[in-house]
T-cell receptor, first 115, second 114 residues
Framework: AQKITQTQPGMFVQEKEAVTLDCTYD???????LFWYKQPSSGEMIFLIY??????QNATEGRYSLNFQKARKSANLVISASQLGDSAMYFC????????????FGSGTQLTVLP | GAGVSQSPSNKVTEKGKDVELRCDPI?????LYWYRQSLGQGLEFLIY????????KSGLPSDRFSAERTGGSVSTLTIQRTQQEDSAVYLC????????????FGPGTRLTVL
């Protein structure tokens, strides 16, 4: 069984500053992938970044980076230089590696970027 | 289009009626997933299809829910005798089934049961 915990229901950040969204996980699978999705008010789920459990280096994708600490079972999303368009709900998710299995999602963090 | 498409985008129905929701995955993707998102909540897995294998139905909340995938492409999620608690956004996703299995989502169908 897998479980994702996002403890920040809401976060605020000033435009152009960096923000960290927390995610911790629990799994019995030896290998797994961790994902972050963005859901704007329009409702679509936008894939942002992923990290394989075997990766030694933290994943980066433009202004997004994933701070992966395997021993702590955390996979925090860091957004640098926040923009107004970053205001959205952010979901952390995971699935086992090597099989087309469903994602387990956290409850999400609502990020608001202030001008 | 290149992405996952879903229809209808909105569906309003009366309690007790049956509804069908459609998903067209990204061409070539072998895996297809259905999720449900209730208001202000995270996503809840319903069912997934992988190639010609039997679908994983472990997330379906009741026997009123069923889904099929024809020809390994288009999928239809059917809810029979709808209840008010079925009101939610139903999201479909597809993936190529690769090692990291990145899933790409459609825009969803917002179902309202009156």
């Amino acid at each position: 069984a897998q479980k994702i915990t996002q403890t920040q229901p809401g976060m605020f950040v000033q435009e152009k500053e960096a923000v960290t969204l927390d995610c911790t996980y629990d799994t019995s699978d030896p290998s797994y992938g961790l994902f972050w999705y963005k859901q704007p008010s329009s409702g679509e789920m936008i894939f942002l970044i992923y990290q394989g459990s075997y990766d030694q280096q933290n994943a980066t994708e433009g202004r997004y980076s994933l701070n992966f600490q395997k021993a702590r079972k955390s996979a925090n999303l860091v957004i640098s230089a926040s923009q107004l368009g970053d205001s959205a709900m952010y979901f952390c998710a995971m699935s086992p590696l090597g099989s087309a299995r469903q994602l387990t999602f956290g409850s999400g963090t609502q990020l608001t970027v202030l001008p | 289009g290149a992405g996952v498409s879903q229809s209808p985008s909105n569906k309003v129905t009366e309690k007790g009626k049956d509804v069908e929701l459609r998903c067209d995955p990204i061409s070539g993707h072998t895996a297809l997933y259905w999720y449900r998102q209730s208001l202000g909540q995270g996503l809840e897995f319903l069912i997934y299809f992988q190639g010609n294998s039997a679908p994983d139905k472990s997330g379906l909340p009741s026997d009123r829910f069923s889904a099929e995938r024809t020809g390994g492409s288009v999928s239809t999620l059917t809810i029979q005798r709808t209840q008010q608690e079925d009101s939610a956004v139903y999201l479909c996703a597809s993936s190529s089934g690769g090692l990291l299995n990145e899933q790409f989502f459609g825009p969803g169908t917002r179902l309202t049961v009156l």
